[in-house]
DNA sequence: CATTGTGAAGCGTTTCACAGCC
DNA sequence: GGCTGTGAAACGCTTCACAATG
């Protein structure tokens, strides 16, 4: 068997930060800026240089020392480390008002995740269309995904229907998942689910303001200077 | 100066679970359950029961060993840690597609974050009514903010106005945000942002399921057996 | 005696610090 | 000289393993 070098394996916060640097870099290519240091793109990201470094070390050496890396270059190589060298059409479960809402968002569309089927359970919305898309009935799942070669779903469905949209999504091909309903999903091992909770993000803001409104009682000192930074994501 | 017991820091990564814990004990405790063990609660979470005790540990040590904890006086506790005990109104940037969707999805009234004013830029929103509220001139924003007390902003923008929503949500006095918007926002010191960004959802979704086909074209063992796990965030 | 609470080990991520290189 | 690439140290989170205990 040839020694098929095997990817490296990135590490998962890493991961989840290219898509930020990428988002900046194509925004600084659009502005006709050719060459980032670390640094300079460490500040538009929030984050420091040396993680900036680490980060792009793992995508392979791309950087000229003394010079800085080609914003054009490092595009094209997160592009096709993410797998956004083509498009990924995804299915969505539920034309309810964030199904709706998904739809139209353009978020999908214009970033290569064109949404190619949108299924509900209830037969009063078939066939309306949303933001170009005709909403079928859930049973039309499976023949969608075939069809259309998706392997991204997403769910917006209440949360009662939706360990059954997973279900129905992984028995249908899919492998990955985002899931907008408050629930944990039960899937096969091998599918990947990332969720998006809403609730669960203005509470982990409310525990900070709590905290906050705890420590001015308390008389503390507060650890707010008016210095300015850059994507305090706490 | 008295000792006034400085609350104990709960790390970021329990603080995060918490809500999910609070969810699905909440959910126990209407279904009857009175009673539960880290083990069962880390089933129904998708973590494992280790992590259960050290996270409900920072709250201090509600539970009775050989017994479990007590549904109800966890719901409690974790609701007082989380800054629960009362609402938190919020004020939403931005009255277009998200914007919108967000003020009628009903995860925010039901869940103690009354969406107490939405505001946009464009006249022709004004007055029209969202799910309750009335679309106010972003120029109202201040005046929102300091009458109905708020603490916490969502911008619903597109990302050219999203920095400006910023500057004025924090200028009107609120300290914590939520934004939606595709980009890093510069907040002063000590105001917390948490980002909800779709693009960067898929396109972590995205490079799962490149790796999966390089590892398909390589003729790499899956490590997909049948087995049926909780919950799988990776 | 089942289950919690928690030191300690393990592991992944971040940051430092500087050698390597253009 | 300036900036990258990266071992090594530091840090925080997770998991283990078991003493504590109702």
Known sequence: MPPHRTRRRIPDATVARLPIYLQILAEQSAGGVDNISSEGLADLAGVNAAKVRKDLSYLGSYG???VGYDVDHLVYQIRRELGLDHDW???????????QALAGYGGFNDRGFPVAG??????GKFDSVVAGARVRPLEELAQIVAAKGISIGVIAT???????AADRLVKAGVTSILNFAPIVLSVPVGIVVR???LAVELQILSYHEQRRSVADQNGQLHAVPAER???ATA
């Open 64 to 66: 000229t020392r003394g």
């Open 118 to 123: 949108i299924v509900d359970i209830d037969p």
């Open 89 to 99: 059409p995804v299915v969505i479960v539920g034309a309810g008002n964030l199904g």
């Open 158 to 164: 209440p949360p009662t229907a939706a360990q059954d």
């Open 195 to 197: 969720k998006v909770d």
């Open 229 to 231: 930074g850059r994507g």
